[in-house]
């Protein structure tokens, strides 16, 4: 059986895959790779709450 | 008179052979690092590719088979077939086991097929980095 997972969790981990290797192959010591791949998770984060409340009151 | 000194660099030469190194970066996830020492990032690169295609995996998502009746579905298909080839060895080992799920539709099964393509454009990521670090452009 295939594992279901809310859009909101599948989206929890694209962005926090993504940060991880966004932090890793764009800045060069270990402090600014951590730094950014926050940041980038960061706004994954803002963007879906910030979509999702949009969507939330287009649809009512 | 004392000559005047050079300012033009000279060429450094590539850490290890790039080419080699993306090819083993695009067959093993983050071999490329470990094949330039880069043990640490080496390892998260093969734990991160390896989490998303499993996510893709455990949600049965539809492999891309390139080919398609008009143009559009041709270039998704297409696309989603290079992002899938990208995830190099779990593609393979994946298929050699015989996986064939069929899109069987619903959001579960669509976000699988994403997850399965994401794998391996973070890969292609991770293959420009280690190419990059190959060349010297990069620590």
Redesign the interface.
């Known amino acids: 059986m295939?594992?279901?997972?809310s859009?909101f969790e599948?989206s929890l981990?694209?962005a926090l895959?993504?940060s991880?290797?966004?932090g890793?192959?764009t800045k060069?010591t270990d402090r600014d790779r951590v730094r950014y791949g926050a940041y980038c998770f960061g706004c994954f984060m803002v963007a879906l709450f910030g979509i999702g409340w949009v969507m939330h009151f287009l649809h009512g | 008179m004392p000559a005047a000194p050079s300012t033009a660099s000279a060429p450094v030469a590539p850490l290890k052979s790039p080419v080699v190194t993306a090819l083993i970066a695009w067959i093993i996830p983050g071999g490329g690092h470990f094949w330039l020492g880069r043990r640490g990032?080496g390892l998260?690169?093969f734990c991160?590719v390896l989490?998303?295609f499993g996510?893709g995996l455990?949600?049965?998502g539809p492999m891309f088979h390139p080919g398609g009746s008009d143009v559009l579905t041709r270039v998704i298909n297409i696309g989603g077939f290079i992002g899938n080839l990208a995830s190099g060895i779990f593609y393979f080992v994946t298929m050699a086991c015989g996986y064939a799920q069929p899109d069987a539709g619903g959001?579960?099964?669509d976000?699988?097929s994403k997850?399965l393509v994401?794998a391996g454009l973070?890969n292609i990521?991770?293959m420009?980095?280690a190419y990059e670090i190959a060349t010297r452009q990069?620590?």
């Not at chain 1, 295939?2 to 997972?5: C, G, N, R, S, T």
């Open positions: 295939p594992v279901h997972f859009h599948m981990v694209f895959l993504a991880i290797i966004l890793l192959v060069r | 990032r998260i690169v991160t989490a998303a996510v455990l949600m049965y959001h579960a099964s976000y699988g997850f994401v973070l990521l991770a420009v980095d990069k620590d």
